[in-house]
């Protein structure tokens, strides 16, 4: 018992600091299935989800896209769910991810989820940052991100409704490079670590907001069928609170080994 609490603390010791000093909120959606409206899980949260429940719902994959729960979107809302930050996020550079899955249906022209940044709650978001899936209908172009506008740009080859269960990660980074608004917003698809200095898509305008209190998803133009998972939301101020060390995952494994070697062993 003693070796198996040794070899806890010993993994969480050394991913902790690097893992959550510059994690400002996450949520892994590990509620009981049913209604996100109201949940409180997650961490740097000032409060619980608003959603709008004919749209949304906690489910259990078919096809796990990190746990064993996700948000399912089903239905077309600016503020299909949203929350507020537990302090105002003031920085130069906040990185964004969260999983996203297709489950069912398929994209097609315009089909939008995004996930957009904020300070209020109201409208339809589009003069604020935006990132996620808006399909052009073309079979290459699905993700996307923007500072402001109806527009955006593309990850190259980002087709990711060309088949249902398959998990992808989208991360993005809000900047400025002085005080005042944010200027910048930059977007990888399923990023390894190294990818920090290439983005694969880059939009560069006024955000409008120069902090950020409220966050949420916004769906629109889905059809009846079309199912859209989200999971491991993640608001950091670090690439690596993001993207994960393939040191850390290495020895996160290794102290599971060991977990299992001292279970054996009793």
Do not use: C
Not at 62 to 78: E, Y
Not at 147 to 167: K, L, M
């Amino acid at each position: 018992m003693k070796l198996r609490a040794s070899i806890a603390a010993f993994v969480l010791a050394v991913l902790a600091p690097g893992a959550s000093a510059a994690l400002i909120a996450s949520d892994q959606f590990d509620y009981a299935q049913g209604e996100i409206n109201g949940q409180l899980g997650g961490a740097g949260w000032a409060g619980a989800w608003t959603a709008n429940t004919g749209a949304t719902q906690v489910v259990t994959p078919g096809v796990a896209l990190n746990g064993s729960r996700a948000l399912q979107i089903t239905g077309n809302n600016d503020n299909v769910a949203y929350r507020q930050l537990a302090a105002a996020f003031t920085g130069d550079n906040l990185f964004v991810s969260f999983l996203v899955q297709i489950d069912s249906g398929s994209l097609t022209a315009n089909d939008f989820v995004a996930l957009w940044l904020d300070t209020v709650t109201s409208g339809a978001h589009t003069d604020r940052p935006n990132i996620g899936i808006k399909a052009d209908g073309s079979g290459n172009n699905d993700v996307f991100v923007r500072t402001n506008g109806t527009g955006g740009n593309f990850a190259p080859e980002g087709n990711i409704g060309s088949g249902n269960d398959v998990t992808h990660q989208i991360v993005g980074r809000l900047s400025r490079s002085v005080p005042g608004n944010y200027t910048r917003f930059d977007l990888w698809l399923d990023p390894v670590l190294a990818d920090l200095a290439t983005p694969d898509a880059s939009f560069t305008g006024n955000a409008g907001i120069s902090q950020i209190t409220q966050i949420g998803f916004r769906s629109a133009n889905l059809d009846s069928g079309d199912i859209v998972l989200v999971d491991d939301l993640r608001l950091a101020t670090e690439w690596t609170n993001v993207v994960p060390e393939p040191a850390s995952v290495a020895l996160l494994g290794l102290g599971l080994v060991g977990l299992g070697f001292a279970r054996r062993r009793r």
